[in-house]
């Protein structure tokens, strides 16, 4: 999906140094996210949120979309050479004294939930990170980059670690289908996540971020938790942090609590049951495309509302590293029916309907196995405006046959991610 274009990147046809200096923001805190408004962030935007859903999956970006973005598809490169250290590490494992099976944190949301940020640690140096169920890459801002292409942001610094080591000739890239993107070089450090611990995990170090990562400022890098078969490195790909925790883990999985407005958690190793009500289904999922990827059928507006086809042949994927839910044009059609006012808004690119309406809840299948409720208060996004008249959608339709089912289905459902088995537990949150 995302295609590797490192020439490019490298031959500068990304060149063009644009360094628009973000905002400067504080430092965030360990375990919390400072909530810190950034003066060019007028809130959530859905048409901001849409375009980067489209752009990490190499989506056709509409032609309204780019008009509300106005040009958003410049990038900065840059490129610095590291230095090497001669520190050895041990072999990939785990810190069998520090990690009893489990690994436990929070996850923040940024920007009122457009992003939920989890503290990982990295050869002794806190990062919060966008954990991505979507993509396979743990790259992260770093001392490489600049300090235009930094400010605002926590960036790690390899030198300052003690087991920080180079990996000779690896390089990364992740390459979105309107030319942004990040690029870099790689080595291996000590990775915990609240306490599971892998000692030489591979991490990936920017040393060029597209302007859409540089402006992100609460963003220091992604971890990725899809599979390791869609990792970017090269030539020689390397695992996730979830799949070299796995053998170590007391059950080997992890789960997703996101919830809105409020701290979630990110667990690794254990379900906690207090999290959900009734039983977990755990439905298979397709890994050949390399996510957490699942069939779905049908659809229903409200609890009760009637069974109604989807598109034929669906397939979805559970992505916490997107903020929207993107699904078929049935189901948007379908669902916005029933929202008196809802209209396709080419001015911003997605479907909008008054703010004061009343949202029923939406109903999604999963496999014939589960009905996942959506509910309408989270599919209210955001006003387009400062009016506060007309409101961005949360659900939108996807332009390819992939659904993207983000944060706006995970705070409705609690979400099991099984790498021992390749499944996914879904249930109902607990209030
Ligand atoms: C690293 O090791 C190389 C070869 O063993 C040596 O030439 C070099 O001086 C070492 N660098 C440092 C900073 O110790
Ligand atoms: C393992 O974790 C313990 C406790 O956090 C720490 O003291 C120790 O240095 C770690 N060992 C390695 C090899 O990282
Ligand atoms: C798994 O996904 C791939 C790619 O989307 C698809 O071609 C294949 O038919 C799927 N397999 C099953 C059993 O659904
Ligand atoms: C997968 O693992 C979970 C948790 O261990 C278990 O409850 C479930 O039955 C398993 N599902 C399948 C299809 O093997």
């Not at 490192?6 to 360094?19: D, Y």
């Not at 996510?291 to 059928?297: A, C, K």
């Not at 229903?300 to 069974?307: K, L, N, Q, T």
Request: net charge negative; glycine share 10%; hydrophobic share 40%.
């Amino acid at each position: 999906m995302q295609s590797i274009v490192r020439a490019l990147l490298f031959c500068g046809l990304l060149a063009p140094f644009v360094a628009a200096a973000p905002q400067k923001l504080q430092k965030r805190g360990v375990f919390k996210v400072e909530r810190v408004k950034n003066e060019k962030f007028t809130g959530r935007s859905g048409p901001k949120a849409l375009i980067k859903a489209y752009r990490k999956f190499g989506m056709p970006l509409p032609q309204g979309l780019l008009d509300a973005m106005g040009n958003s598809g410049t990038s900065s490169v840059q490129s610095v050479s590291i230095q090497e250290t001669n520190i050895t590490v041990p072999a990939a494992g785990i810190n069998e004294t520090a990690t009893p099976g489990t690994g436990l944190v929070t996850a923040t949301p940024e920007a009122n939930d457009v992003e939920y940020l989890a503290p990982v640690n990295i050869g002794g140096q806190t990062i919060n990170l966008d954990f991505d169920s979507g993509s396979s890459d743990l790259w992260v801002f770093n001392t490489q980059l600049d300090a235009a292409s930094t400010t605002g942001h926590q960036v790690y610094d390899p030198s300052l670690s003690q087991s920080f080591q180079l990996m000779q000739d690896q390089s990364w890239t992740i390459q979105y289908g309107d030319g942004s993107g990040a690029a870099g070089n790689v080595g291996t450090d000590v990775v915990d996540i609240g306490g599971a611990t892998v000692t030489a995990q591979a991490v990936e170090l920017a040393t060029a971020v597209s302007q859409s990562f540089v402006d992100d400022t609460a963003n220091n890098g992604l971890l990725g938790l899809a599979f390791s078969s869609i990792n970017t490195v090269q030539p020689q790909q390397q695992k996730t942090f979830f799949d070299n925790v796995m053998p170590d883990l007391a059950e080997p999985l992890f789960t997703a609590d996101l919830r809105a407005n409020a701290v979630g958690a990110y667990e690794f190793g254990r379900i906690d049951n207090t999290k959900f009500t009734g039983d977990m289904t755990w439905i298979p999922v397709n890994n050949t495309q390399g996510f957490w990827q699942f069939s779905t059928d049908t659809f229903a507006v409200g609890a009760d509302g009637a069974s109604q086809p989807g598109a034929a042949g669906g397939q979805a994927i559970a992505d916490t590293g997107t903020t929207l839910l993107l699904t078929s044009a049935e189901v948007v059609s379908g669902y916005y029916q029933q929202v008196p006012g809802a209209a396709n808004n080419a001015e911003v690119g997605g479907v909008t309907f008054p703010c004061d309406s009343d949202l029923p809840d939406l109903m999604l299948d999963v496999s014939g196995m589960y009905m996942a409720k959506i509910k309408g208060s989270d599919i209210n996004f955001a006003a387009i405006d400062n009016t506060g008249t007309e409101c961005f959608g949360g659900v939108q339709s996807s332009p390819v046959n992939l659904q993207i089912w983000g944060d706006i289905f995970f705070k409705s459902q609690f979400v099991a991610f099984n790498g021992g088995n390749n499944t996914l537990g879904m249930a109902e949150h607990a209030v």
